[in-house]
């Protein structure tokens, strides 16, 4: 017998199929947020599920991408998932039952967020902070300050999309999503986390979850770019077209997969212009100085 739940993650309708309950109830308390209610639409994307045995190693977990395909092994984990029919299926060990975020982070989110991103939303390398019903779409590379700016922000009250990574909708209008997980900054950057720490591109940073309690889906109809460099004092510099969808050409690893699509939500955010954003030390003082800049003032 299969368990079955409907999702909408970034708004696609997708069904998770599990062969035991505590499994799929595991699999979808990662994603509070993206639950729907009242009437179903057909699923796009499928997720299967199996319960396996613990592994008798540790073997690390490993990400292949190979044209349409996705593989992920190790650690008593063994899945795919498929651009092309919109199915993903995965053996989960039973070591991750009851442990939603870790079950996110080693097995659901790596499938779902592979599918998303070849279903018509694009991932873009930003941080996203809400002001009003507006997104501040924070661009530039690893080490600008994305993920400190972020996490001024939500101590301002203010909601948080990603501290890292957007998803650009382009049809039928253009729509920023946010997949929000735990904020990860540098330990001396956050004092008061209590998320413990964890190993993210090599590099020791603390885990800081987001505020709980926000309603609805984290989204955004209407957004302001700002391209993000380092600099001795704050500025904020205004861009044309040309001069901000320059400032979003270059792809990091991961975020070059998808070149056509991501050129293309670059110049749909770009097309409209832009800011140059230069930081200083205080993350609080930037996102206080951003939003007095841009007359958001005290929104939240």
């Known amino acids: 017998m299969d368990w079955r739940r409907a999702l909408a993650p970034l708004g696609v309708p997708t069904v998770i199929i599990a062969d035991d309950p505590a499994l799929l109830a595991t699999a979808c308390d990662a994603y509070p947020e993206w639950r729907t209610e009242g009437p179903q639409a057909?699923?796009?994307?499928?997720l299967r599920l199996k319960l396996g045995d613990d592994?008798?190693?540790e073997a690390a977990e490993a990400?292949?991408?190979?044209?349409?395909?996705?593989?992920?092994?190790?650690?008593?984990?063994?899945?795919?998932?498929?651009?092309?029919?919109?199915?993903?299926?995965?053996?989960?060990?039973?070591?991750?039952?009851?442990?939603?975020?870790?079950?996110?982070?080693?097995?659901?989110?790596?499938?779902?967020?592979?599918?998303l991103a070849r279903t018509g939303r694009t991932p873009m390398h930003?941080?996203?902070?809400?002001?009003?019903?507006?997104?501040?779409?924070?661009?530039?590379?690893?080490?600008?300050?994305?993920?400190?700016?972020?996490?001024?922000?939500?101590?301002?009250?203010?909601?948080?999309?990603?501290?890292?990574?957007?998803?650009?909708?382009?049809?039928?209008?253009?729509?920023?999503?946010?997949?929000?997980?735990?904020?990860?900054?540098?330990?001396?950057?956050?004092?008061?986390?209590?998320?413990?720490t964890r190993l993210r591109?090599?590099?020791?940073?603390?885990?800081?979850?987001?505020?709980?309690?926000?309603?609805?889906?984290?989204?955004?109809?209407?957004?302001?770019?700002?391209?993000?460099?380092?600099?001795?004092?704050l500025g904020l510099t205004p861009l044309h077209p040309e001069a901000a969808m320059t400032g979003l050409e270059r792809l990091e690893p991961g975020f070059d997969l998808l070149r056509e699509e991501s050129v293309a939500a670059a110049r749909a955010l770009a097309g409209g212009g832009g800011w140059r954003f230069t930081l200083a030390q205080d993350p609080g003082a930037a996102i206080d100085f951003l939003c007095e800049a841009l007359g958001f003032g005290e929104q939240g």
């Open 42 to 46: 057909e699923p796009v994307l499928e």
């Open 126 to 196: 930003a941080a996203g902070v809400m002001v009003g019903d507006t997104a501040l779409v924070l661009a530039g590379p690893s080490g600008t300050g994305k993920s400190t700016l972020a996490l001024a922000a939500a101590e301002r009250g203010l909601r948080i999309l990603s501290d890292d990574t957007l998803y650009i909708q382009l049809q039928p209008a253009t729509r920023i999503w946010g997949f929000q997980r735990p904020l990860h900054v540098f330990p001396q950057d956050a004092p008061r986390f209590t998320g413990g």
């Open 63 to 115: 990400i292949a991408v190979e044209g349409s395909r996705l593989t992920l092994t190790g650690a008593g984990i063994f899945g795919h998932a498929d651009a092309v029919s919109k199915r993903a299926h995965c053996v989960v060990p039973r070591r991750l039952l009851g442990d939603a975020s870790t079950m996110a982070e080693s097995v659901t989110d790596t499938l779902l967020l592979f599918l």
């Open 201 to 233: 591109g090599g590099k020791l940073k603390a885990v800081v979850p987001l505020p709980q309690g926000s309603a609805g889906p984290p989204l955004a109809d209407k957004a302001v770019l700002i391209l993000l460099e380092r600099g001795e004092r």
């Open 55 to 57: 592994p008798g190693d």
